[in-house]
């Protein structure tokens, strides 16, 4: 009769589990797509650098972009841990419910923190992204023009 609670208790665990396993997958997802713009940062500042070392006289939207590309490299850093911090922590939620199952302890409140403090770290790394994306479309140039002072070419039909 015991091993047949103890079965229930982890089926139980398993099913509690499924929700976080899916958001450690979505959060992989993410983490990907951080390092994949970290990535194309980084290969960006070093063309940059070699630019850079090849011009003869110091050109300061060169150096203006460099900068750029730093601090948007460091973001995506601060947002790769703190992603990465998420994913650990839902992993351990999904630990801490499987102790509880197995052993039968009362991890409640330790699996509620856990994941309270996963989804503020989520969040954060979102909102980071999300400074990253603004910051990076601030630098933009488009034609030999800041993307935010471009005007609409007049329609030919306005006539």
């Known amino acids: 009769m015991e091993g047949e609670l103890q079965i229930e208790a982890v089926s139980r665990a398993i099913q509690l589990a499924?929700?976080?396993?899916?958001?450690?997958?979505?959060?992989?997802?993410?983490?990907?797509?951080?390092?994949?713009?970290?990535?194309?940062i980084i290969d960006r500042a070093r063309g940059?650098?070699?630019?850079?070392?090849?011009?003869?006289?110091?050109?300061?939207?060169?150096?203006q972009d460099l900068l750029s590309l730093a601090r948007r490299a460091h973001l995506m850093n601060i947002a790769i841990g703190l992603g990465t911090a998420c994913?650990?922590?839902?992993?351990?939620?999904?630990?801490?419910?499987?102790?509880?199952?197995?052993?039968?302890?009362?991890?409640?409140?330790?699996?509620?923190?856990?994941?309270?403090?996963?989804?503020?770290?989520?969040?954060?790394?979102?909102?980071i992204f999300l400074g990253e994306v603004f910051l990076a479309?601030?630098?933009l140039r488009i034609g030999g023009r800041r993307a935010g002072v471009l005007r609409r070419?007049?329609?030919?039909d306005a006539g």
Do not use: N, Q, Y
């Open 137 to 139: 479309t601030s630098r």
């Open 48 to 63: 940059l650098e070699k630019r850079a070392l090849e011009a003869p006289g110091a050109d300061p939207i060169l150096e």
């Open 18 to 40: 499924i929700a976080p396993v899916f958001l450690v997958t979505g959060v992989i997802a993410l983490l990907s797509l951080l390092a994949g713009r970290l990535a194309r």
């Open 87 to 127: 994913a650990l922590l839902v992993c351990a939620v999904i630990a801490a419910l499987f102790v509880s199952a197995f052993l039968g302890a009362r991890l409640e409140l330790l699996v509620g923190w856990l994941f309270i403090v996963a989804m503020a770290a989520l969040i954060a790394a979102l909102v």
């Open 153 to 156: 070419p007049p329609r030919p």
